[in-house]
């Protein structure tokens, strides 16, 4: 089961072949193989990205233990 790295909710909709979006903080999450991107969905329904506040510097995740289903 996913959970979201904002709010730890496992109220996960798949909106795209690797998008997903969180119900409960309201944004958008890409996974791509084991690398995760977070986005901030605008008013205007552009993106902005997350992955500084989450991520930092770090330019590749571990994502390989979340399960997606």
Do not use: A, R
């Amino acid at each position: 089961m996913m959970k979201c790295p904002n709010c730890s909710s496992k109220d996960i909709g798949k909106i795209g072949s690797h998008q997903y979006y969180c119900w409960g903080c309201f944004i958008e999450l890409t996974v791509n193989g084991d690398k995760m991107s977070v986005y901030q969905v605008e008013e205007d329904g552009t993106l902005s990205s997350l992955d500084d506040l989450f991520f930092g510097d770090e330019s590749m995740q571990d994502f390989s233990q979340i399960h997606l289903s």
